[in-house]
């Protein structure tokens, strides 16, 4: 069965630190990924995605993805956080023969000013 | 109002207790999602909806039991529910049944069992 792991459950910055969230997949075939996002009282939102392509993407906010296939990953980075980046991130796999979207358990980052 | 909506945000409810969970899209979308939202658990996909009808019923327990009358209305009914069912319910809404369209979420109605 799949499985998303996201490693780091609770990470802690300072503002202008970089940013790095692990996300591992369990599934052989072709998958689309994503990250969702759910800031302090919001809805949870999409925060990036990657089908094809590129392996790096950037999404909303400076926030970017890079795609491993050979690793297995799909790990969230950001150059330099802000305070308004605390939030919950939570990393999604869908494995492209199948109708399922699989979430990890997330990863809530606090960033202090 | 834009987006997903969900009634009531908060709800405390004995194990003896019926009482229904509202959520309503104003996105034009076709599919609608129930997910369970706990402590330190992935969120778990719970009910799908695709043009009205159920699509997928994640082995859930039949103290569950949605309803959707029409593309934007989705509803969760709840009956003698227990404690472990405490939890963030959480309702999305996507364009059509397809992973590869983004889902939307709504805020989420919190669910306590007494």
């Known amino acids: 069965a799949q499985s998303v792991s996201q490693h780091n459950h609770h990470v802690i910055l300072s503002e202008a630190a970089s940013l790095e969230l692990g996300c591992n997949y369990s599934y052989g075939g072709t998958v689309n990924l994503f990250w969702y996002v759910q800031y302090p009282g919001q809805h949870l939102q999409l925060l990036l995605k990657y089908f094809s392509g590129d392996p790096l993407v950037k999404g909303i906010k400076g926030f970017e993805a890079e795609f491993i296939k050979s690793k297995f990953s799909f790990n969230l980075r950001k150059p330099s956080v802000q305070w308004s980046d605390t939030a919950e991130y939570f990393c999604a796999v869908n494995a492209r023969d199948t109708d399922k979207l699989i979430f990890g358990t997330g990863t809530r980052l606090q960033v202090f000013p | 109002e834009t987006g997903v909506t969900q009634t009531p945000r908060h709800l405390v409810m004995g194990m003896t207790n019926k009482k229904s969970l509202k959520c309503e899209q104003h996105l034009g979308h076709n599919a609608m999602y129930w997910y369970k939202q706990s402590a330190k658990k992935p969120l778990e996909l719970m009910f799908v909806y695709n043009f009205k009808e159920q699509t997928e019923n994640n082995s859930v327990p039949s103290r569950f039991s949605p309803e959707c009358p029409n593309s934007s209305h989705l509803f969760l009914h709840l009956h003698t529910l227990q404690p472990e069912d405490s939890a963030l319910y959480l309702c999305?809404?996507?364009?059509?049944?397809?992973?590869?369209?983004?889902?939307?979420f709504g805020p989420g109605t919190r669910l306590t069992v007494t």
């Open positions: 999305a809404s996507s364009q059509v049944r397809d992973p590869a369209y983004e889902q939307y």
